[in-house]
């Protein structure tokens, strides 16, 4: 179930990010041993000039500010261990297959909860 949802300002030159995405997905299937079938990977580009930091807006993306953000969502049983795994595993995968620093990503995980999840048109408890 892991949704990575990854926004950023535009690249230049710009990015192939079917490929990006798909990367991050089998990276991810990978080093967590959770199956490809059950990963989603999003990315979107802000407009240029709609993201500042410290005052500064953008036109384009970075190497060592406004960081590349990150949503990473996943099921609420995931232990500690686990969770620090997916959140470097992402990192990783973006810095690789994006060319961005890691200390230029930015990752907030996120837990589902059983009962708070509607997919495959019904509610799902585990």
Do not use: C
């Not at 036109?59 to 232990?79: G, K, R, T, W």
């Not at 992402?90 to 890691?102: Q, T």
């Not at 990752?107 to 509607?118: D, E, K, P, Q, T």
């Amino acid at each position: 179930m892991p949704f990575i949802h990854v926004k950023s300002l535009p690249f230049e030159p710009p990015l192939r990010v079917s490929a990006v995405v798909e990367g991050i997905t089998q990276d991810f299937a990978i080093d967590t041993g959770i199956g490809l079938e059950h990963i989603t990977a999003t990315w979107e580009f802000l407009p240029s000039g709609n993201y500042a930091v410290a005052g500064k807006a953008a036109d384009n993306q970075p190497e060592e500010s406004h960081p590349v953000m990150v949503d990473l969502l996943s099921l609420d049983f995931n232990q500690p261990a686990q969770i620090e795994k997916m959140l470097q595993t992402v990192a990783s995968s973006i810095s690789k297959r994006a060319k961005v620093p890691l200390s230029n990503i930015f990752i907030n995980y996120r837990s589902a909860h059983s009962g708070m999840v509607f997919d495959n048109g019904e509610i799902v408890k585990w």
